[in-house]
């Protein structure tokens, strides 16, 4: 519907404003309307009122049409100025029509001015929308502008000859060349040489209305390296260029052949593995397994495909290795080593060593990677060592002997039993920041190192008897044996002490007593020979003398005086011998 | 040239025995005996004569002057070229065997009592056999 029209009259006589107002009513033109008479008013209701239209007469007792107009153009020239005069005359209304007032009406031919109103505000609203329309392309070239600077993808568009009309931005970070550098060339002269067969091809393809998708082909950037490029492009019939955007392949081909590369390497681990490698899906179906891996459960690769993992597991274990893969699939950075028992094709229980990769997200993979391996015969040996270990700490600790473990390579005490802290008075913890060398008298400590050096290669079995030293400092003699062993992975020596000071003291004892035994056995029985002697020469004497010529009685005394001496030293040597034989006696 | 012997003992039974011996073997009929070393050096420094020799049965071990002592004083005067000793004695040193031949004089070292026939044995002993 029609808007009322806001006419602005600028008439002097009512009479006449009567007339006009009738025209315009009888005309269906609905409108609102001022009058005004002075040029004060006329001023003041031009921007108050704010006409659409203005209707003027031209001779007016203090003011006149043509001012009226020149005041108008300075305020509001876009409102049409209609003059409405009986007197204008033909001279004065092609001046004012020449400066631009929109059209003149007789009074005496009043009926016209509905029409010529209407024609004014018809060429008013077409200004109107000529000119926000000019606004509005204005704006979005302004937006087109800054799409195209701010695209990541290099926007282009060639003419026919294949030269570049616009460029954006983006070619100054794709290629290096500013778009200024580049409007204008051919593309000819940056394109890789070897790509410009089938860059033309595609051309032409666009050229006869083939919209292109993901051409990709390589230009050369202005510091002289390849680049690849993926190509969308459409030809525009209308303004007869070809639309391009083109994108850097650089990164997208870099992660793709990352990809290749990944799996190629994942394919190269996979099939060589000397460990089982099975790829699972995150609910544990086998998708795939290798070589390794069919060899250590006994199953071949067709009858695995599409079993679940949980089917070759001792049903006691199968929970637990469930939970670890449902957690590796949940978190992949969880702990998911496991050590389980899997049921071979036979039937036979295996030990296995597996842990869960979560690989769900690797392009390569996309799968979980259960890496596992046959542990059987180390766990049975583990078993046996832990019984063994058993069996050796019972031994250890309830010998009545001092018993420890010493490492042979710093010498450092690992462990003690309750015998050795008793008798040699240190404690646990004392002991166990000690070496074996701080038992030891300063002298013997060489000859110690020497002998630890000597015999932990070769793990001789040895025994000797040592001196040792308590924390009381009582030197003891030990025999020791003792043999190498492992020790929580290192290698050790367990020493067996066996403290036999006192029977090397009873030895030395009866060592010492048979010696003055000796020397008196040596002493004493020359000093028996030397009076033995003597009888002896005398009866000899006797023997030989003439009784009737001699008298013997000084030989008989002689004799007896020797017997005498012979007993005394027979006493002598009773005596000497008990002597010995005390037990004070050092 | 005749040959005085000496038998040199703290013993007087050895003395006895020794004596004995030595006159009924033939070797000596007086032999002179004294019961230590310091006894016999005296004696010989007193009535040696002219061109006297002097076989010594001679101990170790005795008191106031030892068979060591007694030919370390005798080598001190012109005698010590005039007398031939054999030890005669009881002692046991392996040491006092080995001193022994550290003197010229020594000749012969044998266990005591010297009986019969040792004496008869001697002389034909070559190192003293000149003297009889």
């Not at chain 1, 025209?23 to 006409?51: D, N, T, W, Y």
């Not at chain 2, 006895?16 to 000596?28: M, R, V």
């Amino acid at each position: 519907m029609e808007e009322s029209i806001r006419i602005l009259i600028l008439e002097h006589d009512n009479h006449d404003v009567e007339l006009l107002k009738y025209e315009l009513k009888k005309a269906g033109i609905r409108h609102v309307s001022m009058v005004v008479q002075s040029r004060s008013e006329f001023e003041e209701q031009l921007i108050e009122f704010r006409p659409d239209v203005i209707l003027s007469d031209y001779n007016l007792p203090s003011f006149d049409g043509f001012s009226a107009y020149q005041i108008k153009q300075k305020i509001t020239p876009e409102i049409p100025f209609i003059l409405v005069s009986g007197t204008i005359g033909e001279e004065n209304a092609v001046t004012l029509i020449k400066h631009g007032a929109t059209d003149y009406v007789l009074k005496d031919k009043l009926y016209q001015v509905a029409p010529k109103l209407r024609r004014a505000m018809q060429e008013k609203n077409d200004r109107q929308r000529k000119a926000q329309a000019e606004i509005e392309l204005r704006q979005s070239q302004q937006q087109l502008q800054r799409i195209m600077d701010l695209s990541l993808d290099m926007i282009c568009t060639f003419n026919r000859d294949g030269r570049f009309v616009n460029v954006s931005a983006a070619s100054k970070e794709i290629l290096r060349y500013t778009p200024d550098e580049l409007i204008g060339k051919h593309w000819h002269e940056f394109i890789h040489p070897e790509d410009i067969k089938k860059t033309t091809a595609a051309l032409i393809k666009v050229a006869q209305g083939f919209p292109v998708l993901d051409f990709e082909n390589r230009y050369i950037r202005k510091d002289g390296k390849a680049v690849a490029i993926f190509w969308s492009a459409r030809w525009d019939p209308a303004e007869n260029i070809a639309y391009c955007v083109g994108r850097d392949a650089t990164e997208k081909k870099a992660a793709e052949e990352n990809i290749r590369k990944n799996e190629k390497r994942f394919r190269t681990i996979f099939e060589n593995s000397a460990d089982g490698l099975c790829m699972l899906s995150a609910d544990g179906i086998i998708l795939e397994i290798n070589n390794a891996g069919q060899k250590i459960l006994e199953y071949l690769a067709n009858e695995l495909v599409g079993r679940s993992w949980f089917d070759l597991i001792h049903n006691f274990d199968a929970p637990i290795v469930q939970k670890t893969l449902l957690d590796s699939v949940k978190d992949a950075q969880a702990d998911n080593r496991i050590e389980y028992r899997s049921k071979r094709a036979d039937g036979i229980y295996r030990w296995i060593e597996l842990n869960f990769q979560n690989e769900l997200n690797e392009p390569a993979i996309g799968s979980v990677i259960a890496h596992f391996r046959d542990i059987t015969e180390k766990k049975l040996a583990e078993l046996a060592i832990t019984e063994s270990e058993e069996r050796y700490r019972n031994l250890f600790d309830l010998s009545p002997f001092p018993m420890w473990l010493f490492d042979v390579n710093t010498f450092q005490f690992l462990d003690v039993n309750n015998a050795a802290i008793k008798h040699y008075g240190y404690s646990r913890e004392e002991f166990l920041s000690m070496t074996i060398k701080d038992i030891r008298p300063k002298e013997d400590v060489d000859k110690v190192v020497k002998m630890v050096e000597h015999t932990k290669t070769t793990g001789a079995f040895s025994r000797g008897v040592f001196t040792h030293i308590k924390k009381n400092g009582e030197r003891i003699f030990v025999d020791i044996q003792s043999n190498l062993v492992d020790f929580k992975g290192k290698k050790a020596r367990l020493v067996l002490a066996n403290d036999i000071s006192g029977r090397i003291r009873y030895i030395e004892d009866i060592e010492e007593k048979n010696k003055r035994l000796r020397e008196i056995a040596w002493i004493q029985s020359h000093h028996v020979r030397a009076p033995v002697a003597r009888i002896k020469s005398l009866i000899n004497l006797i023997k030989q003398s003439d009784p009737e010529e001699e008298d013997i009685s000084q030989l008989l005394d002689y004799i007896a005086i020797s017997v005498d001496e012979l007993d005394v030293i027979i006493k002598d040597i009773v005596t000497k011998t008990e002597e010995i034989e005390k037990p004070d006696h050092q | 040239m005749s040959v005085k012997i000496l038998v040199v003992d703290d013993d007087d039974v050895i003395l006895f025995i020794t004596k004995t011996n030595l006159i009924k073997s033939g070797l000596c009929s007086d032999p002179l005996t004294f019961l230590n070393g310091k006894f016999a050096l005296d004696h010989l420094l007193a009535n040696h004569q002219g061109d006297d020799r002097y076989l010594i049965f001679l101990d170790i071990n005795m008191p106031l002057m030892n068979g060591w002592n007694f030919l370390d004083e005798i080598n001190k005067t012109p005698l010590s070229k005039r007398i031939t000793v054999i030890m005669v004695t009881s002692s046991i040193d392996s040491r006092d065997k080995a001193k022994a031949k550290e003197y010229s004089q020594v000749v012969n070292y044998i266990e005591k009592p010297l009986n019969f026939e040792t004496c008869q044995s001697l002389r034909n002993f070559e190192p003293i056999a000149h003297l009889f």
